[in-house]
């Protein structure tokens, strides 16, 4: 396959990122077609990156001059673009989350394996970070012993409008969902979720910040915090409490500034400026794979499962209690040996 050619669906502020990151970083591969529910955004990338500027989503995925589909656009629309790109036979890789719910998830990989053919790799780009990475790599030496707690912290500068206590579940901690399944090797056997007082700088009605607390089938808990309006910037920690140490997510660097009689570091303030060289790395193997015609990284059950647990934790922020995660077995067609797919 030459190269890749590309299209975009959704050209807000992570979709105008990776058309960037597609057509300027990534070897292999350009932006050929766009398409945005806001047609300016839409029009405004068809004219920087000379792609054609389509009128649906599913006029993207329909395309002769597309090969592979990124789906960016709200996560409620995440479903109807991932199915009309398998459909029409095209890889696609979709921002996370998969579905905002499990049965919109479920009815992604029923097309997927009636088709045959693995084609969908889900954006959670936290498996491409260097800092987790290395976290998981950790465990896995078996030098600290078993990770027994996790405490995992994921704040947001400011709230984007819109925003739901739902979404902090849905929208933002799918990441720590996906990325503690992926780096602890195993499946969640329930979850609670517990409402601190809120900030007075969220809407009153907004649940923010939240408490998460994830089981796993072995017994070691997750507690996630998620403060999506925590004023001071962006930023994602993760604690491993291991038998014989502790592990922990590096801090980004920066430089260290000394002014005035202080000492002081920079706190970055975007997510696309925190995890850079995790989304080039995802975007890299994914068209690096594609091109020997295979899919990689996290798939649609990694998505459907991420869901199954947030269907939990929102029914816990609704009731307070401690409730259980539903279990069912992985699909042959998603196991890591399948044919086609590249196990990172
Ligand atoms: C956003 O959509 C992302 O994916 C970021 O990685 C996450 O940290 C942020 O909370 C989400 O809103």
Redo the contacts with the bound molecule.
């Keep these: 396959m030459d190269i890749i050619r590309v299209g975009v669906i959704g050209c807000g502020y992570?979709g105008k990122d990776h058309i960037r990151r597609i057509n300027t970083v990534v070897p292999g591969a350009t932006v050929t077609a766009v398409y945005d529910i806001v047609d300016d955004n839409g029009r405004e990338m068809a004219d920087k990156w000379n792609a054609d500027f389509l009128d649906s989503g599913e006029d993207v995925a329909a395309s002769d001059n597309v090969d592979a589909v990124l789906i960016a656009s709200s996560d409620p629309t995440h479903e109807q673009y991932a199915l009309a790109a398998i459909k029409n036979g095209k890889y696609v890789l979709c921002e996370?989350p998969l579905a905002p719910d499990p049965d919109g998830c479920r009815r992604i990989m029923e097309e997927e394996m009636s088709g045959g053919k693995r084609l969908l790799q889900v954006g959670f780009m936290r498996r491409y970070d260097a800092g987790y990475l290395a976290l998981k790599e950790c465990i896995r030496s078996g030098k600290f012993g078993s990770p027994i707690l996790v405490h995992c912290a994921?704040r947001?500068p400011r709230l984007f409008a819109g925003y739901t206590s739902s979404m902090l579940i849905t929208?933002?901690a799918v990441?720590e969902i996906d990325t503690m399944r992926w780096l602890l090797e195993e499946n969640y056997a329930a979850c609670r979720v517990a409402v601190p007082r809120k900030t007075s700088q969220s809407p009153a009605e907004l649940l923010d910040p939240q408490m998460l607390y994830l089981e796993t089938d072995s017994g070691r808990l997750i507690d996630v915090e998620v403060f999506?309006n925590c004023q001071y910037g962006?930023d994602?920690r993760c604690e491993i409490v291991c038998e014989e140490g502790l592990l922990s997510l590096p801090v980004p660097s920066s430089i260290g500034m000394v002014s005035s009689g202080r000492r002081s570091t920079i706190v970055p303030q975007e997510?696309t400026a925190r995890?850079v060289q995790a989304y080039d790395d995802e975007f890299n193997r994914w068209i690096e794979c594609m091109r020997r015609g295979n899919t990689t990284g996290p798939t649609a059950w990694d998505g459907y499962q991420t869901a199954v647990a947030a269907a939990a934790l929102l029914e816990s922020q609704k009731t307070g209690n401690r409730v259980l995660i539903p279990k069912e077995e992985t699909p042959e067609f998603y196991h890591n040996d399948r044919k086609g797919y590249e196990h990172a």
């Design positions: 992570i996370k994921h947001n929208n933002c990441h999506n962006y994602i997510w995890f």
